[in-house]
């Protein structure tokens, strides 16, 4: 099922079906949010926001309004 | 001496490249666990072997060369520019071996600008705890380059990088994957237009958002033109280049490094659970705060004294042993007493530096950034803005230094504006004084009223600065994108040498800057103090004689209303008279006047300031502490430091501007007089205000 990587839960893991080029900034698909790769949700402040990620290996904190526009495909586990 | 080499230390943040840079030329610069500490050009020698010499040059961190904030510019335009003076004859790579992936990335870019380079995989110590092992030869063939191992902390593989070095012109210089494949016909047609020019150079002027300042703007220009593609295009073309660079980097380091996940051991992912846990993740950091408060008051207050101590009987002894005369008193009652104000307060601020020191280097700077960013952003900053408001209580100046990291240039520019906010080291002198003075010992449920005193004026601080930001977001007419990635790094045991480091440059620093001023300070306020002009002055032995006549004074008491009839008379005095009547509705005589009026060069001098003044104005040489709790209110009577006016000083000192270094600071990072000209009159105005209604209501 696709959705958006502001729906994941806390401990989920996903990989990552699309980033749009227009509201993700290039600093964040530089630093391995891109197509293919995983996603795992560690942590999130209150109301969920900001989120903070592992994708690719990477440990980085992002903000939802961020996490919206890249879409996910949820995997098991 | 030959020519020396030009070297450029380049790589994502927080790998250690000011490690690097301090283990080749033996400086000390700045290193901490969070992306961001390196925020302008650093530079240093380092011995080669064979005599061969190199500039080394540090540089902020960078994910790509895609500016995304200013700090990130300063690599671009560097590399970008090859008439730079600083234009490096071999740029080396310096990567983390935990994020290699990552950190390739920016390698393949700064190859494709066929500049010699050389790979560093820093932090090998990690190696083996997190199960990496790597294959060096194939990397050094697949990435065309030198790799050299190394850790800074075990201080390994760095000689061999000295080696590569000097040998720098065996480096190939052929790139390591054709970017332009992404789109063949654009990029045809672009080396087409400009035949002369490197491709990739091309690509990243037309793509970069940020301005360039000192590349040659002519052929920038002409460049710039050549779009031939919309923005959401060329955006996309990044995207695909990027991914294109991934692919190339996973291929490699698919036969090139094995990670033994079975040997990994993740001490993060427990840490983060508890530091950055939706309601503990606060607690906790509320916990760090109180303990530091409790520590710089607890721990502190017997050296303290024992200093105070000392200072009071070298000037009484200076007094006693050596010849009177103009010398000995300018000695004992003016340098001596103020310097004496300052370093009362060394073990408090070598406490804080201990304290934030610890907090940078074991990568909980960044959990707080994270906790914080919503909070944060409803005054209109950035989870980044913390980090200049928590180093802003060592200094604002470095604060507001370190805000280039922030990418929205509103964001940055209310941080730079609502950091001076923070309690400096500056202001823990003024007051731990006044709160020794006038807040109660009691203590409870463990903690000391002193210690809750000064966590609330940190707090105070902290408030007004958030409070500021706020009205400040809703009048400031800016748009700008905002945009916030941060990278969470690694937990680590901060490095005691780091530490220690810090720890002691930073408190020389503060000792001898504010040492500077106040003895220059200190030795007109001497003089000022010690002369004055007319017939009072000169006569006033006769004339408190002649007042107190039949009061049947002791000599003693006699004396000690002459000194200070002479102090109120002195040039000084008469400065200090004239501004009372703007002061005393704050509670202050003009002594405190002439102290704060001294505090606008450096508030620290404020204790050295009174020192001096009550020296002078005294037979005995005593402690300062005594001295100022001895200090009777001229008008209402009753000790001059007291809960009303105590207050009233320590709302003024937290909320006024009064740092010269800061403004200039400000007035280079916003490029103009107009945002330091603002902070100095509405702070100060604002503090007058607080400071004269807090004391009216509790006097
Ligand atoms: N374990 C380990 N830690 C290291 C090593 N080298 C540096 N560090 C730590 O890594 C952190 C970052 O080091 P810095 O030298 O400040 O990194 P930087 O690349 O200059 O960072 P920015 O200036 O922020 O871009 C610090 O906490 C260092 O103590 C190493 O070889 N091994
Ligand atoms: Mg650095």
């Known amino acids: 099922m696709q959705t958006t990587l502001a729906q994941l839960k806390r401990g989920e893991r996903a990989i990552i079906v699309d980033v749009s080029s227009i509201y993700v900034p290039l600093k964040l698909l530089e630093m391995g949010c891109l197509p293919g790769n995983f996603v795992e949700l560690l942590q999130v402040a209150p109301f969920a926001d900001p989120m903070y990620l592992n994708i690719n290996g990477a440990h980085l904190a992002i903000r939802k309004e961020t996490a919206l526009h890249i879409i996910i495909e949820k995997t098991n586990g | 001496m030959g020519k020396q080499i030009k070297v450029a230390l380049i790589g994502n943040p927080n790998t250690g490249k000011t490690s690097v840079f301090n283990a080749l030329t033996g400086l000390n610069q700045k290193v901490g666990n969070y992306p961001g500490i390196t925020v302008e050009k650093k530079e240093g020698i380092c011995k080669l072997p064979r005599g061969v010499k190199a500039h080394i040059l540090d540089l902020p961190g960078t994910y790509s060369l895609n500016a995304s904030s200013l700090d990130e510019n300063v690599v671009i335009e560097l590399l970008l520019n090859r008439n730079d003076k600083d234009f490096p004859d071999v740029a080396i790579v310096i990567s983390d071996v935990e994020n290699l992936k990552r950190n390739l990335l920016l390698f393949t870019q700064i190859k494709d600008l066929e500049i010699p380079c050389i790979l560093v995989i820093n932090m090998a110590d990690r190696m083996n705890y997190k199960g990496i092992s790597l294959d060096i030869p194939y990397l050094e063939e697949r990435l065309e380059t030198k790799i050299a191992l190394t850790s800074t902390r075990k201080n390994k593989g760095i000689e061999e990088l000295k080696e590569l070095i000097a040998n720098y012109k065996e480096l190939s210089v052929k790139p390591c994957l054709n970017a332009s494949e992404i789109d063949k016909p654009y990029f045809d047609n672009l080396q087409k237009a400009f035949p002369n020019q490197l491709l990739y150079k091309l690509w990243l002027v037309i793509t970069q958002d940020v301005n360039f300042g000192k590349t040659d703007r002519n052929e920038i220009d002409a460049v710039a033109n050549f779009k031939t593609k919309s923005k959401a295009d060329l955006k996309r073309l990044q995207q695909k280049e990027t991914i294109k660079r991934y692919q190339f980097i996973n291929d490699t380091l698919k036969k090139g490094q094995s990670i033994d996940l079975a ?20 607690a906790i950091f509320f916990i760090i705060l109180l303990t530091i408060f409790q520590a710089i008051y ?40 103020g310097l004496g104000g300052i370093v009362i307060f060394i073990p408090q601020i070598a406490f ?20 914080m960013d919503r909070v944060m952003r409803r005054f209109g900053l950035s989870g980044k803005s913390v980090v200049p408001l928590i180093s802003g209580t060592a200094c604002a100046i470095p604060a507001i230094m370190a805000t280039r990291n922030i990418e929205s240039w509103k964001e940055r520019l209310i941080t730079i504006l609502v950091t001076p906010f923070t309690t400096c080291s500056a202001r823990l002198p003024v007051y731990l004084i006044i709160i020794s003075l006038v807040i109660p010992e009691g203590r409870i449920i463990g903690l000391g009223y002193q210690a809750l005193t000064l966590m609330l004026l940190y707090l105070i601080g902290f408030g007004a600065a958030i409070c500021s930001a706020y009205i400040l977001n809703k009048i400031l007419k800016i748009r700008s994108k905002t945009f916030f990635v941060v990278e969470m790094p690694n937990y680590k045991l901060p490095m005691f040498k780091n530490v220690a480091l810090t720890v002691i440059e930073k408190t020389k620093s503060f000792v001898f800057g504010a040492g500077k001023i106040i003895l220059a300070i200190s030795i007109i306020l001497w003089f000022l103090a010690s002369f004055g002009p007319g017939e009072d002055f000169n006569n006033a032995e006769e004339i408190v004689k002649t007042e107190v006549q039949n009061q049947n004074l002791s000599d003693e008491d006699l004396q000690q209303k002459v000194a200070s009839y002479k102090l109120e ?14 002061i005393s509705p704050l509670g202050y005589d003009w002594k405190i006047g002439i102290a704060i009026v001294s505090s606008f060069a450096a508030r620290e001098v404020f204790v050295g300031t009174l020192a001096t003044i009550y020296s002078v104005g005294s037979d005995q040489e005593e402690t300062i502490k005594n001295r ?18 105590g207050i009233s000083l320590l709302l003024f000192y937290a909320f006024a501007m009064q740092c010269m270094s800061t403004l200039a600071v400000v007035k280079r990072e916003t490029n103009s007089w107009k945002w330091p000209i603002l902070q100095l009159t509405i702070m100060s105005t604002f503090a007058y205000i607080v400071a004269l209604i807090a004391f009216q209501l509790l006097k």
């Open chain 2, 352 to 371: 804080l530096f201990l304290f934030i020191s610890v907090l940078e280097e074991s990568g909980y700077m960044s959990r707080v950034v994270f906790l």
């Open chain 2, 263 to 282: 040997n990994a051991k993740d001490l993060r992912i427990k840490l983060d659970r508890i530091l950055t846990h939706k309601f503990l993740g606060y």
């Open chain 2, 628 to 645: 100022m709790a001895g200090e009777i209110n001229p008008i209402l009577g009753g000790p001059l430091f007291n809960f009303a006016s």
């Open chain 2, 298 to 337: 607890d721990w502190s207050s017997v050296p303290m004294d024992f200093i105070d101590s000392i200072f009071a009987s070298l000037s009484e002894w200076v007094k006693n042993s050596m010849p009177q005369g103009t010398f000995t008193s300018l000695l004992a009652e003016g340098i001596i007493p």
């Open chain 2, 569 to 582: 008379h002195s040039f000084i005095g008469l400065t200090g008279r004239a501004i009372e009547p703007v």
